[in-house]
């Protein structure tokens, strides 16, 4: 006789379907009451349409009574939340469903192993127990079909093998002889008497008498109520029930298991629908690819335009005398105010020049030559350096000291034989001057001059010795103290100027502003560029979207058979996530390499690219995010389903 507490005990339970809307509330079940202790073998049974099925869901916690008590071991059901009965349904149950319900994209071991990986097996340790099962039901040289490869006995029996995967303490069975031949029917009854024998506790329903009888113990079920229970048998043995204080406790895979778990079921699925995945893929890397090239084109014509007006930096205004604006003779510049104009705090270097193509000999070379006389700061204002010997410094300036620094050309051009100029003398219409230095090759410059064929004196020795004394400067390099200070530098300087002169007789080249402009205008097409490309990264998001709303709608039963058994609401959103996460990054990877790649053959036909590593992590990043934001709705769609209406979609 059995003396102990029930292991299932339901107490006037009612189901009610519909009700809300237009669907007319229906009572399926009326009151049922019902003890099952651990080890009997019961079946079910009953004509079709009488409640069998919603009174197994309702066993197997996939489904809530709508009134009434339902105590598992003790515990009254309904005070389980959902990772408490995703906990149970793993411990506790073992579904054996009448449509197998088997995962059609795994294999016969790996649909073994699902209860165990949301159970947190370790991975070797699930494939071995699954072979094991299989195996002991006769299915060992079948371990590596699909279901769709299998006879329906065989995936019956995997079923079941999926049932007893985590220890499958109450294995609830749902017409599992209902497909099959009488032979398949058989030997599945012959196995579900083993496991009761073993200690399993078995519930069987049938619509089946035949079926039923084989059972140890019959309880009729007509219309939604109880109508026949032949009592409870004896029971050999029976296998401990589920400690119901360990209810939700977290089953303790790692979090790098559950993502590496996710990601290979992430993967399959990509790999199952190739022309979907493809063209997703293709928007993302679209996306991808056209937001590094727009980016990298875009700074590519930036810098351009800098490269051709800015050989002299984004700070250069030009100073020169000129008619006030009012009419009037031209004004003429002293030195007192050109150090006027250096002294203010917006100003930083201040360089007159003279310069004119003069006579320059040496030995029997003579060239007319651009004689370029100015100050020591030369070299930093043209960002410009000295390759050889040295520049002049302000003491020889001041004290108008014979010497030049020549242009690479010009060593080339007055040295022929290739010889060390340093310290040998050239005529600068007449004047021997000594070449101390030689400047650095500057290349092909847009101007109309070339720098590398003139040569360079201190601005009073040209003054003096090669200018006839002009008192004034051609014009006047005025360099802003910043990038950020040139607009305000110009405006200082022309005030300082008026209030100086008394009038506006001269004029300012603000080649920085114009430059500046310039730079902001091909900043502003970099931006729009990039906003092009951005746009098509998020209409390649709305393809993961849509591709993974159809994902979640084809496996509707995919989620409804891993929710029963034991996947929690979060297992089911990672995995839908990591799917979405996985086509994002695989499709930024091959974007990020396409626009490297389209980069390169611009670049090859000659359009000025250049790459910028934060546009290639910013592209990367953003199409992740993008994979995450829209992959969250469906994911989370799928965490959301009802398992018993995820089970019986088509
Ligand atoms: P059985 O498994 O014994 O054939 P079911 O439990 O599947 O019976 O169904 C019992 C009754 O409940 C049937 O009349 C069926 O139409 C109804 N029913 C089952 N599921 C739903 C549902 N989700 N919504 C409305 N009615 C349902
Ligand atoms: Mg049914």
Redesign the pocket.
Known sequence: MVTDAPLIELREIR?Q??GNGD?PA?E??HGLSLKIHAGEFVAIV????????????LLGCLDRPSSGSYLFSGRDVATLDSDELAWLRREAFGFVFQGYHLIATESARENVEVPAIYAGMPEDERAARASALLTRLGLSDKLDNRPSQLSGGQQQRVSIARALMNGGRIILA??PTGALDSKSGAEVMALLNELADAGHTIIL?T?DRDVADQARRVIE?RD?EIVGDSGVSAIKQALPAPDMTQAGRDAGASFWDDLREAARTAWRGMRMNRTRTGLTLLGIVIGVASVIVMLAVGEGAKQRVIDEMGSLGTTIMYLGSGHPSNGGPPGRLTIEDLDAVAALPEIGHVMPIIGDPVTVRRGNVDRQVYAFASAYVMPLVHRWRVGKGRFFTPEEDEQLAPVVVIGHKAWKNFFPDGSDPLGKQILIVDAPFEVIGVMAERGADSGSQDYDEMVFIPYNSGRMRVYDARAEPDYTVVEAASEELVGKAEAAMKKLLIERRGRDDFRIGNAAAKLQAAAQTSNAMKMMLGLIAAVSLIVGGIGVMNVMLMTVRERTREIGIRMATGARERDILRQFLTEAVLVSVVGGVIGVASGLFIGAALLFWNVAVIFSLSAIIGAFACAVATGLIFGYMPAKKAAGLDP??AL?SE
């Open positions: 189901k379907y519909g669907a229906v399926v079940l009953g004509a079709s349409g009488s409640g069998k099925s919603t009174l197994m869901h749902d017409e329903i619509h079920i939604g018993v209406i019986a």
